[in-house]
């Protein structure tokens, strides 16, 4: 979670950024304007204006991942983006084509390939989304900055047709994010947000906008009203950034500590469920005991009537199991297989305490098939005249219905683990269908406070490589010792996504005071500098 926030936050710098050098580059050319009031160089400061506010309006934008629907919306943002990007590129192409080279001494005067106009045009027609005009344009403008250096005499425009070719490429990379609706796993998560691709973007974003920044700042700061200006206006950037991150930063931590204060509370909710169950069967079994027929029945060793009784006797209390058993722990009657009987309970701990008299009740875990299975079990004496001649034993399987009940309760996935393997869950596996179950918790954390020491863990931590809040707490045994651990946990990816609408609103208000801070620097370095 944590490092898809950072990441959030360094998308929004960086473009914050790159706006920034274009703005400059946009100051350059409107200080050469303001001393001749070209027409062109007019229109050229335009397209570098234009270009910053794309990426302004772009820093806003928070990944589909953190936040499900912007402010603005996503086809706004993007359509604003788009008419400001595409606008600015094409008087970047007009304004280059037109205008005439200087050419260097004897060389012939070459004209520009048609082509290179239709290609755009030829791209509009085929293009799905305006995203795909983004790499062609800027590839564009960087040849034909390419062009006035080397074919005619503008050596110093090089390093401007680099930063644009940097930029195209950033771009290109940038459409990575149309495969995003793939149903191929390994695609999707190359070009996922926050991915491989999505890094390295961001990555060549920032050495094109380092690009541009050397190249212009070269200019601009020999001047000193435009070095105070620029170096006010870096600066509010900078302060601007850093109250962002730590604001931004503060509310995720208070969320997140909210967060993990309720997966406590919730994971304690469960806990109660169990307990409430072990006192219903043991409820049940007390009375079972003291039923006349069940107390008859086990002095005459009458496994019929017995059988036939716990069979109705468990199918009106909805249990798993009923187990009655003479004195000696052998099984009478099974209500769950009453052809199954006459094995021994003398070594089972909890008919050996209901035998002395200790009526209790108990987790108790046994291997499963696929998963370890989870039961709460509870023992009772069977008394006749205040002799202890036989003892009930209850029992309920804690399957996917206990646990379906627990998150429709609060919303939370849950799991029952016996010892370290999860026996049953809300938790989907990987292929979407079937319940996620048999999966080892290997944390060493987990496994050391929970089934070691007996103790509660809450936390981060990693179930099929995604990244969850945790709450556990351990199921112990009759003996108190930790035989399974329960579960309740939330992806942290939806703890950020809480915090989404606060951090763009966050962007949304710092881009528009840093838009509106550019007056009074401007101001306020002009004032400093007729002081001097």
């Not at 800027?138 to 034909?144: D, E, K, P, R, V």
């Not at 691709?197 to 009203?225: H, M, P, R, S, T």
């Not at 021994?344 to 299975?373: F, H, N, Q, Y």
């Not at 709460?376 to 399987?397: M, P, Q």
């Amino acid at each position: 979670m944590w490092s898809q926030f950072l990441l959030e936050n360094a998308h929004f710098a960086i473009h914050l950024f790159t706006a920034l050098v274009l703005f400059a580059v946009f100051w350059l050319y409107y200080d050469a304007w303001t001393q001749h009031k070209g027409i062109k160089e007019g229109v050229r400061i335009a397209g570098f204006l234009l270009l910053s506010f794309s990426y302004v309006i772009q820093a806003t934008s928070v990944e589909g991942s953190i936040l499900d629907a912007s402010l603005l919306g996503a086809t706004t943002n993007g359509m604003l983006v788009a008419i400001t990007r595409i606008t600015g590129y094409v008087i970047f192409l007009f304004i280059l084509a037109v205008d005439p080279l200087e050419p260097r001494p004897d060389h012939k005067k070459k004209a520009l390939t048609p082509a290179l106009f239709m290609l755009p045009a030829a791209s509009l027609s085929i293009a799905a989304y305006p995203q795909v005009l983004y790499p062609v344009l800027a590839s564009i403008t960087g040849f034909l900055y390419l062009r006035r250096a080397t074919v005619g005499l503008e050596d110093h425009l090089k390093p401007l047709a680099l930063s644009f070719f940097l930029l195209s490429i950033s771009e290109f990379v940038g459409l990575s994010s149309l495969f995003r609706q793939t149903d191929n796993i390994a695609i999707y998560e190359f070009a996922a947000s926050f991915g491989p691709l999505w890094i390295l973007q961001q990555v060549v974003l920032v050495v094109a906008a380092f690009g541009f920044g050397w190249w212009v700042f070269g200019y601009l700061l020999k001047q000193f009203e435009v070095q105070l200006f620029m170096i006010l206006t870096t600066a509010v950037l900078g302060i601007f950034l850093v109250t962002t991150v730590t604001f931004t930063g503060l509310l995720l931590k208070n969320i997140q500590d909210e967060n993990l204060r309720e997966l406590e509370t919730n994971v304690k909710v469960l806990n109660f469920a169990i307990d409430s169950k072990k006192a219903e069967l043991l409820s049940d079994a007390q009375v079972v005991a003291q039923n006349p027929q069940v107390v008859q029945g086990v002095v005459e060793k009458a496994r019929k009537p017995l059988a036939d009784l716990s069979e109705d006797i468990l199918l009106a209390k909805k249990a798993s199991s009923l187990v009655i058993a003479g004195e000696g722990g052998q099984v009478l009657a099974r209500g769950e297989d009453r052809d199954r009987a006459g094995d021994s309970l003398s070594d089972d701990p909890l008919v050996k305490r209901a035998l002395l008299g200790e009526s209790t009740a108990s987790v108790v875990t046994r291997d499963g098939i696929l998963a370890p299975e989870v039961s709460v079990r509870a023992a009772t004496a069977i008394k006749d005249n205040g002799t202890i001649i036989g003892v009930v034993v209850t029992g309920a399987l804690i399957d996917s219905a206990f646990v379906d009940g627990l998150k429709k309760a609060t919303g939370l996935e849950t799991a029952i683990y016996g010892d370290n393997q999860i026996s049953t869950s809300t938790l989907i596996s990987p292929d979407g269908k079937s319940r996620l179950v048999g999966l080892r918790e290997e944390h060493a954390r987990v496994k050391s406070a929970v089934l070691a020491k007996g103790e509660s863990y809450t936390g981060s931590v990693n179930l099929l490589q995604r990244p969850y809040f945790a709450a556990y707490l351990p199921l112990k045994d009759v003996d108190s010792n930790p035989v399974g651990m329960l579960f309740v946990g939330k992806p942290q990816i939806r703890v950020l996504q809480t915090a989404g609408r606060s951090i763009e609103l966050t962007f949304l208000v710092t881009v528009f005071l840093l838009v509106f801070s550019i007056v009074p620097a401007y101001f306020t370095s002009k004032y400093i500098a007729g002081q001097l």
